[in-house]
């Protein structure tokens, strides 16, 4: 099957007018946000439509299901729009999704775990129409201790299926942050990032969302760590939340009592002999100096380890 075949064109290709509360949208890639939807609503109810919404009717249902344009859409129900302008496309599952990739993920707000979803979910789908199973080498399931490999794998691989796929050459690719460097980075957080994690940062509008490196971070993490730096990030129990994970490891870590200054000495003093060699220690504990700098009492302790020169240690 040629994977650069376009999308079926068994379906309408005319536009219409559909109710808003005939449109169901569900089981989306990207979440909508309320904030920039009812921006666009108001834009919407100002201005008119400039983009119909897509949308198709699923075998056995009387409702329209949205393919794309959820933010349209969501953003016209808080406007109280009762009608908008809808193209009516094919119901094909994949068809459908990859409606809603092309129309996302060329996006410069694309969050690098939004991203990331939508070229895994476009390369798992031509895959499948070119009879091969997305997840047949094990990549998407890969333990722990092979998730480093794992994901630097499955970038190359998805990068040249990008590359088969739209045609891209290295540098347009670059261009479009979807070279293989850039395609790892995204694909660990989207491999090592629940979705319930990132969607308690979403809640919270967690600036970290847009910060690749601060992802990264708690990307690494295990489990159990990821989970109490998460509760620290968007202020659990009460706490004022923290603004960067470096700030969430820090409130996570037991506090340090101070080192007084004269436990401070003492310890410089043991660093110091511990990097001196025997005969270097011997030299110190012979030397008058050091005898005139103890106490009394040390001194009669010390004593029987003054022989007389070097030539003892030898």
Known sequence: ???????????????ILIRTDEIDAVDRLRPVDAIWAEA???????????????VCRLPGKNRWTLVAGAHRLEGAKIAAIEYLKAEVVSADRDDRRLREVRENLWRSDLTPVDR???IAEAVAIHKRRAGIDPTADGRIGSITARWQKAIKDEALDTTATIAVVYGFTDAVASELGLSSRTVENDLMLYRRLAPSVV???????????????QLRTLAKMEASEQAKTLNALVGDA??????????????MSPAREA????QKRFNTVLDTLARMSAAER???????????AIPAEAQRLLAPMRRGPMRDAA
């Open 1 to 15: 099957m040629n994977m650069t075949s376009p999308l079926h064109e068994e379906a309408l290709t005319s536009f």
């Open 40 to 54: 666009l609503g108001q834009v919407m109810a100002r201005d008119g439509q400039d983009t119909p919404i897509q």
């Open 116 to 118: 990331a979803a939508f």
């Open 199 to 213: 969607d308690r940062l979403r809640e919270a509008r967690h600036p970290i969302l847009k910060n690749a490196t």
């Open 238 to 251: 009460g706490e004022e939340p923290c603004k960067t994970v470096a700030d969430a490891i820090k409130r």
């Open 259 to 262: 080192t007084r200054p004269d």
């Open 282 to 292: 011997l030299a110190l504990f012979q030397s008058p100096q050091f005898h005139d």
